[in-house]
């Protein structure tokens, strides 16, 4: 399957498909937790999302599975880049969910019951997320690192407060904006896309 890295998309949108999920199809809060770089598009760190990847497990996994071979809204399933296990892909690739994520000793169980609730969705926690993408060390994981390490202290070359994000963070949403349902209510229709996280 050919990947389109430079797809991009505001995560709003993408968090909307996620509480269609759950508020239409049964994914349970419980059994999955939102990884990737989700996290770092909700800190503010990046301004944009590729995708958003679900890690599943139980019930919510066997959802993800059904959901994905309908092919009207969704892609099917594929065999992922870096574990080699199924994922289902929905809404035109822009959500994919797996039961395992790669680089991390952790198992879905530990990654979902240590998550992090942020705007009444379960989160991958930053040390998670660092861990995995200093293992992966690709490009894409250099500057996500190297961007939130700015986030957090400032640059070593011309140091900043933390609060001063660099210009491309200017229009980066804010954690409070999705504890507004309204802007979560309603998805939009699918699109193709390809993600730049792959489990």
Request: charged share 30%.
């Amino acid at each position: 399957m050919a990947v389109d890295r430079a797809a991009s998309y505001d995560g709003v949108s993408l968090y909307k498909l996620v509480w269609r999920l759950v508020r239409d199809q049964g994914f349970d809060p419980r059994d999955f937790v939102l990884a990737g770089s989700a996290r770092l598009w909700l800190e503010g760190v990046i301004p944009r999302l590729a995708d958003i990847d679900i890690v599943a497990r139980g019930g919510t996994w066997q959802r993800a599975l059904r959901l994905a071979e309908n092919r009207t809204l969704h892609n099917g399933i594929y065999q992922g880049e870096n574990t080699g296990e199924p994922v289902a892909q929905l809404y035109g690739r822009r959500i994919d969910v797996c039961r395992s994520w790669p680089c991390l000793s952790k198992d879905a169980d530990a990654l979902i019951d240590h998550a992090e609730i942020i705007s009444d969705l379960p989160h991958m926690t930053l040390a998670d997320v660092v861990a995995y993408k200093s293992v992966l060390d690709r490009p894409k994981d250099r500057g996500d690192l190297r961007r939130l390490r700015h986030r957090a202290f400032g640059s070593v070359e011309s140091p900043q407060r933390p609060e001063q994000a660099p210009p491309e963070f200017e229009h980066a949403v804010p954690i409070e904006r999705l504890r507004d349902r309204s802007l979560v209510e309603r998805a939009p229709a699918a699109a193709p896309a390809a993600s730049a996280d792959r489990p």
